[in-house]
């Protein structure tokens, strides 16, 4: 149990386009959602923490406006690059919490061309 | 806020023998202790994970260990297999935190 699935498992595109990561929790529900950055050889810094039904909470230096977050339903989260420039590559990992215990989707690679 | 200092950044072991990771954290508040496994490309797996009202906790090879007063915790593996090749990471949380503090993480290799 405690299965998280994440589309796509990697993307390319090009500078200043916009792409969305989904994040799904495929056998339970999940109010709350995380998503982070990792750089290779890095650990893991949190982006947002998201909450079903609200407003995601972004940590300190990550700008809202070019990362958006939409937690629609408790199975699914979204997160979208906005005008993504190469910068932006990295690994992006969601993770979803089931009873006080976060669980880790598989992570999307991406390559900002 | 918290913060999770994790020790040593790498560690190489003969397979059959033991490693040991260590984490400090800050906050005497801090009540959940998990630990991660990831694989290169692969994102982080929950191996274990212990809660402040314990000291100890065993899952076959795998074993953590937590000191309050010292505000530290330990990963122990034993019998090390070359499967066991990964990176670690060690992290808390503050009670009524939702959201982990996680170490620098261990990069752990398991030589034949």
């Known amino acids: 149990g405690a299965v998280v699935s994440q589309h796509p498992s990697w993307v390319i595109c090009k500078s200043g386009t916009s792409v969305k990561i989904e994040c799904r929790s495929l056998?339970?529900?999940?109010?709350?959602m995380f998503w982070y950055r990792q750089f290779p050889k890095q650990s893991l810094m949190l982006m947002a923490t998201?909450?079903?039904?609200?407003?995601?909470?972004?940590e300190q230096g990550v700008e809202k406006d070019k990362f958006l977050i939409n937690h629609a339903s408790l199975t699914l989260s979204t997160l979208t690059v906005t005008s993504a420039h190469p910068e932006d590559s990295s690994f992006y990992i969601c993770?979803?919490?089931?009873?006080?215990?976060?669980?880790f989707g598989p992570g999307t690679r991406l390559t900002v061309l | 806020g918290e913060n999770v200092e994790q020790h040593p950044s790498t560690l190489s072991v003969q397979e059959g023998d033991s490693a040991v990771i260590k984490c400090t954290y800050s906050?005497?508040?801090?009540?959940?202790f998990p630990w991660y496994k990831q694989e290169l490309g692969k994102g982080p797996q929950l191996i274990i994970d212990i809660r402040s009202n314990v000291g100890e906790k065993k899952d076959q090879r795998i074993a953590v260990t937590l000191n309050k007063t010292a505000k530290h915790f330990s990963l122990h593996i034993t019998e090390t297999q070359p499967e066991d090749s990964a990176v670690y990471f060690c992290?808390?949380?503050?009670?009524?935190?939702?959201?982990?503090?996680f170490g620098q993480g261990t990069r752990l290799t398991i030589n034949p």
């Open positions: 998201s909450n079903e039904g609200s407003k995601a909470t972004y």
């Open positions: 056998d339970f529900q999940a109010t709350t």
């Open positions: 906050d005497s508040a801090s009540n959940y």
């Open positions: 993770s979803a919490d089931r009873t006080d215990t976060q669980y």
């Open positions: 992290a808390a949380r503050s009670q009524g935190a939702q959201k982990l503090v």
